[in-house]
């Protein structure tokens, strides 16, 4: 495999890194609204091209604005864990915050955290895959998106995310092609991960 090609594949999985963390800034949405003066910056998906003009050169997340506002809020989250320690929002926006901060081994504690609290909270399970990913621990990583499709097989993000790494990092292409398929079987509206999946199938 070339060089390249192993590229676009993080490169692949740094957009889905984009798409979870949208959907788990979401889920401390209703907190945000009782408190309008906390606002996250949150980067739009970006391609294969954008993905790589960031900071952390070729295939890092360009955070810009974003992590200034995670380090803001890292205080905040850190009070709430201090007053209660099972805040599982609290935890996940924590470790969201880490995430966009890039610090993948302070992000997984309280992450892990509330996993063990919400076992079945596909959006904590998305945020560990992130993080185990991003420290090369493959095995973890699609340990977490596996148990996202036990919960959801339709899932195409977790799909997607275990069709790169079993491209990509356990050389396994013929795994990879069923989940890459079953992304283009089951997403409708993501016409970017339908892009990806395609490219990836060499389509």
């Known amino acids: 495999m070339t060089d390249n090609r192993v590229l676009i594949g993080r490169k692949a999985v740094i957009l889905a890194v984009f798409l979870a963390l949208a959907a788990m800034f979401a889920t401390s949405f209703l907190y945000r609204m009782n408190n309008p003066n906390l606002v996250v910056k949150s980067q739009p998906s970006r391609s294969f091209t954008d993905a790589g003009e960031g900071q952390g050169g070729p295939g890092a997340p360009a955070m810009g604005g974003a992590v200034s506002g995670a380090m803001s809020r890292v205080k905040e989250y850190l009070d709430r864990v201090k007053k209660n320690p099972d805040d599982v929002e609290a935890l996940v926006g924590l470790g969201n915050s880490f995430l966009m901060m890039r610090a993948w081994d302070r992000a997984l504690e309280p992450?892990?955290?509330?996993?063990?609290?919400?076992?079945?909270?596909?959006?904590?399970?998305?945020?560990?895959?992130?993080?185990?990913?991003?420290?090369?621990?493959?095995?973890?990583?699609?340990?977490?998106?596996?148990?996202?499709?036990?919960?959801?097989?339709?899932?195409?993000?977790?799909?997607?995310?275990?069709?790169?790494?079993?491209?990509?990092?356990?050389?396994?292409?013929d795994i990879a092609q069923t989940y890459f398929e079953k992304v283009l079987a089951l997403e409708k509206q993501d016409a970017e991960m339908l892009k990806l999946a395609r490219q990836e199938l060499g389509k």
């Open 111 to 173: 992450l892990e955290k509330a996993r063990g609290l919400e076992p079945d909270n596909t959006s904590v399970l998305k945020a560990v895959g992130i993080a185990y990913f991003n420290k090369e621990d493959y095995a973890k990583a699609s340990e977490a998106y596996e148990a996202i499709l036990k919960i959801d097989p339709e899932d195409t993000l977790a799909l997607f995310n275990l069709g790169v790494i079993y491209k990509h990092s356990f050389k396994k292409p």
